[in-house]
C-alpha cells in the first residue's frame, strides 16, 4: 500500500475527501448533487461557532438545496457505479454538514442512517479496492464514531466488515483501532434498551467493557512494538505541556484509543458503583480493581494527553483532517476532567489554557458542545 493511501486510511476525514475532484468531474457536471453537497459542506464550516464568516441563512439555504438535489437522485443509486459512488460521497457531505452546523437535532442521524443502509446494498468485498475502498475507508471511521455518539451498535461491527474490505490492503493503525473499538457502542445500547433490576446487564456489561480495554491495550503494545516512531513528543513551554507527533497517523491513532480507554474505565466505574453488588472476582482493569484510585488517574493522564494533542490537531496545515479528528476525543477528555478533577485547580487551569488553544484556533463552537452521554 503507498504512503499515500496509508495517510489517507489515518485521517477521520481522509480518503473520500480526496475522490470528490475525480467524482465530481466523472459526470461532467458542476452544478450537480454532490457539488451542491459540497458547497454546504463548506458553507457549513465557515459559517459554524459564534464567529461564523458565512452568514446562517446561507449555510440553511445551501444545505436545503443540497438535500433536494440528493433526493432526485438517490432512486438511481443502482443504475451505475459512477451513480453509487457519487450518492454515497454527497450523504456523506451532507452528514457532516450537520455535524458541523446543525440544522435539526435529527437530521444527522437519518444521514448517517441512509449511509449506511447505501454502503449494505453491496456486499463487504465490493468495498476492496478503487473508489468504492477509498469511500469505505473514508466512512467507517465517521460512522463508527457517530455510533459511539448516538450509542447504537453498527454493521460495521460484524467480522466481515472488518476484514473483507481490507482484503487487498494493509490496515493503518487508526482503522485496526477501530475493528478493536466498534463493539463498544453495542454495549452501550445494551445498557439503554435493558431493564436491570437485578444487575445482570450491568454485570455483563462490565465484562464487556474490560475486554474492550484489554483488546485497545493489546492493539496499543501492537503498535508500538511493529510501528516506529508510534511515541508523543511533549513540549513544556508557560502554556503548558503540548504534544508534537511523527504525523497524523500517530496523533489520530492515540487520541482515539485514549478516549475509548476513558469511555470503557468510566462506563465501569459508574455501574460497579450503582451495583456494589458485582462480586470482587470481576475482571480487573489494567491489574486493577475498578474503584481503584490507580484508574481514575490513568483517566485523567489520558484526559489531559487528550488536551495536549490539541495544538497538533488544530494546526492549520492539518485542515479539515486535523479539526475533524479533533472532535470526538476532546469532548470526552474534557468532560471527564470535569468529572474527576472539577474542583482541582490544577486541573481547572489546563482546561482553561486548553480553551485558549481552541479559541485562538478559531473553533470556539467545540466548546460549546462539551456534554457527552458516553459517560454517563
Known sequence: MSSNSALSQSRICGAWVEVLPALVGANGRHDGPLSSAI?????SLIARGP????????????????????????PHANDDPNKYDEISAAIMCLFLSEKFFPTSSSAATVHARGIEELIQLRPPQFYASGTPHKLFVGFRPILILHAFDTRTSTFLGAPE??????GGVVQDPLQTLLSEACA?????????????????VARQAVTQFVEAINRLDRWHKSVNMTVGDFTPLPEISAAGINFEFPNITVANSLSHYWAF????????KQLTAQHPDISENCPLIDGERRENE????????FSSSILASTSFLMREDMELYGTASAFFPLHIARSALEMFGGNDEAIGEELRKNAEIIYQRGYEDVLLHTSTTLLS
Do not use: Y
Open 39 to 43: 458547497k454546504a459542506l463548506g458553507i
Open 51 to 74: 464567529s461564523g464568516r458565512a452568514p446562517v441563512h446561507e449555510a440553511i439555504a445551501a444545505h436545503s438545496s443540497a438535500l433536494k438535489a440528493v433526493g432526485r437522485l438517490i
Open 161 to 166: 466488515w472488518k476484514t473483507e474490505p481490507f
Open 184 to 200: 463498544i457502542p453495542a454495549i452501550l445500547e445494551m445498557l439503554d434498551r435493558c431493564s436491570d433490576k437485578n444487575g445482570l
Open 261 to 268: 480507554w476513558i469511555i470503557c474505565a468510566i462506563q465501569i
Open 294 to 301: 490507580v484508574v481514575t488517574r490513568k483517566v485523567l493522564q
